[in-house]
């Protein structure tokens, strides 16, 4: 069974650009997660997708950073534009129903943003 | 709020020996999960072991075993017989049990394992 997958494993944008960071779930999980971690310090929630509605988006830094789940399969992270202080990893995670005992968050290897 | 405090940067163990990891956190929550994750270089995260706050018993899974110390808010990760692929990034992780299921990370422990 494929893992949670995210491209580009790295992408190199100048301030004022666009970028689009996309995360496909493991088949079958309704729902899928945003993190960042900014170099050294914890790994932030940004938000978390139930199907294609959006549960929780309380960790949406700005209106900047815009996501979307079409479908409710894969999911895509806009930044537009990118400021230097959105380098960082951004990690995916996919789960089944989080309600229920004991499912966890399944992650990514996440995607490296450096913006210069 | 909760926070998840991991005040080891980085720690070093010799391959075959035993390193423990700190992790405190804070909440007012009585019911909750705790995680420890690793994240090998440039690979996804994986769960290390789980532990449900309303149990007492520590959890254990192979060379790997966790300290839970709920009255202390304490939960300390354990390596066993370690290993040279035991070598990565470690966060330690709390999620409520119910009404948001974020994910509240601490800021990481890399170990390094010397042969």
């Known amino acids: 069974e494929a893992g949670v997958t995210q491209f580009p494993s790295h992408s190199v944008i100048e301030k004022g650009q666009t970028v689009t960071l996309r995360c496909d779930p493991i088949?079958?999980?309704?729902?899928l997660y945003w993190y960042r971690r900014v170099m050294g310090k914890e790994i932030k929630f940004l938000l978390h997708?139930?199907?294609?509605?959006?549960?929780?988006e309380s960790g949406m830094p700005n209106n900047r950073f815009l996501a979307e789940r079409t479908g409710g399969t894969y999911s895509t992270l806009k930044v537009q534009p990118a400021e230097l202080e959105d380098s960082g990893v951004y990690f995916c995670?996919?789960?089944?129903?989080?309600?229920?005992?004991?499912?966890?968050?399944?992650f990514g290897a996440g995607t490296r943003l450096s913006v210069l | 709020a909760q926070t998840v405090t991991q005040s080891q940067p980085e720690m070093s163990v010799q391959e075959a020996e035993t390193v423990t990891l700190s992790c405190t956190y804070d909440t007012s929550e009585s019911d909750y999960y705790l995680f420890w994750y690793k994240q090998p270089p440039s690979r996804q995260m994986i769960l290390v072991i789980r532990?449900?706050?309303?149990?007492?018993q520590n959890a254990t899974e192979n060379r790997f075993s966790v300290n839970f110390q709920k009255a202390a808010k304490s939960f300390s990760l354990k390596i066993s017989d370690s290993q040279l692929g035991d070598a990565a990034m470690y966060f330690c992780?709390?999620?409520?049990?119910?009404?948001?299921?974020?994910?509240?990370f601490g800021t990481g422990t890399r170990l390094k394992v010397l042969a």
């Open positions: 088949s079958g999980h309704d729902n």
């Open positions: 992780a709390y999620r409520r049990r119910s009404g948001t299921y974020k994910y509240i």
């Open positions: 532990q449900e706050a309303y149990k007492q």
């Open positions: 995670a996919s789960s089944q129903d989080p309600r229920v005992g004991k499912n966890i968050q399944y």
């Open positions: 997708f139930v199907k294609e509605s959006k549960q929780d």
